[in-house]
């Protein structure tokens, strides 16, 4: 199977890593929906973050201290950073808008991805990506069907979708020079740090079972990075692009499955 798989053009391999990143993400959101009325986002948000970092732990015991070495230690943390504000950015969308809306503003991110693409990446995009990417959003919108009223946090939810698409690309170029696992360690890092603020606001003390589900987060968080960041490394942004939709699969999946959500006729189409 492995060699099979490393036969496969780059930007099929890179979409098989996407698919298996978007079950990773889709079921850390479930985790994430069961613990919502208990624990607050930012709170939710800090836990990813500081366990993602934990779940990075085992790397150290492969590549010792070598592993944070890097040669784009100012890009590194600007992509932390940004990542961080991003993470902050849709927790608080979540919290504070209708979810349809939050989530649809969220895939934003890929009409921002393209040009962001072609301007810093050099990428070419021809009509049939142009096409797929089109296609993806207008159906996220059919299925969401948001409410299209504009409040504050609606602007936070741009913002974060803006740089969701700016930590794709410093992503790409940051995979030329640097291990997958260096990038997980310095985000890690940073948006414990990021997070920590917030989350002392809103604070509240988990007892034993919540925290296993909060490790969960954090290690689900992290793997689904990991296969996001070795997509992007073998493959093309505005190719890859299209394939993060499946998210809404397997959301629509686990929804069904675990919550009882029935989808209606816009949905299924």
């Known amino acids: 199977m492995r060699v099979r798989v490393r036969g496969l053009p780059d930007n099929a391999r890179g979409a098989l890593w996407i698919v298996l990143g978007c079950i990773m993400f889709s079921s850390m959101t479930t985790v994430v929906k069961l613990l919502g009325g208990t624990f ?9 973050a500081l366990f993602g970092l934990f779940a990075v732990a085992p790397f150290f015991f492969r590549f010792g201290l070598g592993m944070v070495r ?9 992509r932390a950073v940004c990542g961080s504000c991003a993470m902050l950015c849709g927790f608080y969308a979540i919290t504070n808008l209708p979810l349809a809306d939050a989530v649809s503003i969220s895939y934003a991110r890929a009409l921002f991805l393209i040009p962001l693409a072609v301007l810093f990446l050099g990428e070419v995009v021809r009509m049939r990506r142009w096409s797929a990417t089109a296609i993806g959003f207008i159906g996220v919108i059919i299925m969401l069907r948001p409410g299209g009223e504009i409040a504050p946090a609606t602007l936070v939810a741009v913002l974060g979708a803006f740089l969701v698409a700016a930590v794709t690309v410093m992503i790409k170029k940051l995979s030329t020079t640097e291990s ?13 740090l990021v997070a920590l603020g917030p989350a002392l606001m809103v604070w ?15 290690a689900l968080g992290a793997a689904g990075q990991y ?21 809404l699969l397997f959301a629509g999946a686990i929804g069904f499955l675990l919550f009882a959500e029935i989808p209606d006729n816009w949905t299924v189409m």
């Open 70 to 78: 890097t040669k784009r230690l100012g890009l590194q943390l600007t």
């Open 180 to 192: 997958p696992e260096s990038m997980l360690f310095y985000f890690g890092a940073v948006s414990s």
């Open 40 to 48: 607050d986002s930012f709170q939710l948000a800090f836990f990813r």
């Open 227 to 247: 296969c996001m960041i070795r997509a992007y490394r073998i493959g093309e942004a505005t190719a890859l692009l299209p394939f993060d939709y499946t998210r």
């Open 204 to 218: 509240r003390a988990p007892t034993f079972a919540e925290l296993t589900f909060l490790m969960a987060i954090g």
